[in-house]
């Protein structure tokens, strides 16, 4: 992509871009291929994401629905071209029609980060609680592994209830071959946990020990037009016996017969602690880390201009519904448990200004101490983005999107807030530990808008 600058007023500076028509390409596959995975397109051998949205949508023209997001993938490739750090993310504005296969020029007007200094850059004061160890987690692991390790053995012989375990003998045959999977001699048997249609459920509810029953039961075994469809499937069953849930008790005996690779319970436990502990650990130190930068902010001086926060405002919210989306959670909902619209924008106004002041401030740190990035910075911000993702491949993802100049503001702020932290005079006051799961370090609320 051919990229050119030019700086105009108040810190703005408009890009004259002009991608190729293999990058133009590239972003409506781009596009094309987040799309279908937000709309739920099921891939199929030999077919186009084209095709499939054809056929499973009815989009006879795919890249004119995707093109406003096709454009939007080739504008962080323009900012990182020029290595330039945007206040928000810029707008593309199309200077010549976009069309598969032919060259896209647009521009972009860009307001670059504002740098602000700070009063002071002497190592902040902080008074934190000391770090104590919750039992709580290993208490719930051991219910958890002793829930999970149940048996089951025979109870008194009674007509079949709903929530009854069993032990029964079954066929089932699919118009008249028989089911193998289904088939079995012996087999405990848990009523209303869906593991069955519930057409079976009933039939077996009050049958008792020893009776055998031949019905039918509708299950989803085919498929018409990729709808999966309900068939008729007939099968005996004979109970053989009732049965109660046997709850073990976690002891040395247990964990020597179950997990040989501990010695005792107590070998489990310490294996537990070391866990949960390094776990705990990580988020008290994210905790006093959070209190340092938070008193560094104290610091900060200067106006942050109005478009700044405004852009800021609605990218926090636009992540917000997305995560009340995905947690199944209305807008008006949401806004109603925190207080109604008046509270919720106060709150909301404040959580903006401090996502800012913090970010800048952390700038400012790491300019002042002329510090420069490693290879395990930038993996350490990955790491950050996505604990349970491959680092080194997360990083080449980015990079390849032109998402690099982001990442790079990400990592500089968390090696800042480390180094706050780590210069920070500390007092330990004796009072409670800061719960395990405290809020994220600065450095990760810091990122939320620079990820976008």
Known sequence: MKVTEKKLADGVIKLDCEATAIEVNNALKEAAEAFALSMGVRPMPGKSIEELAKEQ????????IVEPNAIEVLVPRALDRRNLVPAFPPKATPTVKFERGKKFTFTLNVTVKPTYELTSYEPVEITVPPFTFDETPINQQLEEIAKNSVTYVVADAKPLEAGDACSIAMKCFDDGEEIKALTCEDRTYLMGRGYMPEGFDEALVG??????????????LGTENGEVVNKPISCTVTVKEIQQEVVPIIDDAWVKANMPMFASKEALVADMRRVFEAQQREAYEGYVQQMAVGQLTRRFEGRIADEIYEA??????????????QAGMTWEQFVAQNGGEQQFGMMLMMQTREVLVQGFCLDAVYRHEHMTLTDKDMEDACLGMNPQGNPKMMRQQLEDSGRGFALRETAERLKAARFVASQAKITVADAPAA??????????????????
């Not at 049958?207 to 989803?220: I, L, N, R």
């Not at 719960?435 to 976008?452: F, L, Q, R, V």
């Open 57 to 64: 949508l009815g989009i006879a023209d795919l890249d004119k």
């Open 207 to 220: 049958m008792e020990p020893g009776q055998t029953k031949e019905f039918t039961f509708e299950a989803p």
């Open 312 to 325: 800021t405002r609605d990218q926090l919210m636009q992540n917000l519904r997305m995560e009340l989306q």
């Open 435 to 452: 719960p395990a799961d405290a809020p994220a370090a600065p450095a990760d609320e810091a990122k939320a808008a620079d990820e976008n």
